[in-house]
């Protein structure tokens, strides 16, 4: 489960970063 966690965190990010970009 906390794998998942990470691994969504870093989805939320990628997608922020893309906007942002």
């Known amino acids: ?3 998942s966690l990470l691994s969504f ?3 939320c990010k ?3 970063v893309s ?3």
């Open 9 to 11: 965190q870093l989805f």
């Open 1 to 3: 489960k906390k794998a």
């Open 19 to 21: 906007l942002v970009g």
């Open 14 to 16: 990628a997608s922020l």
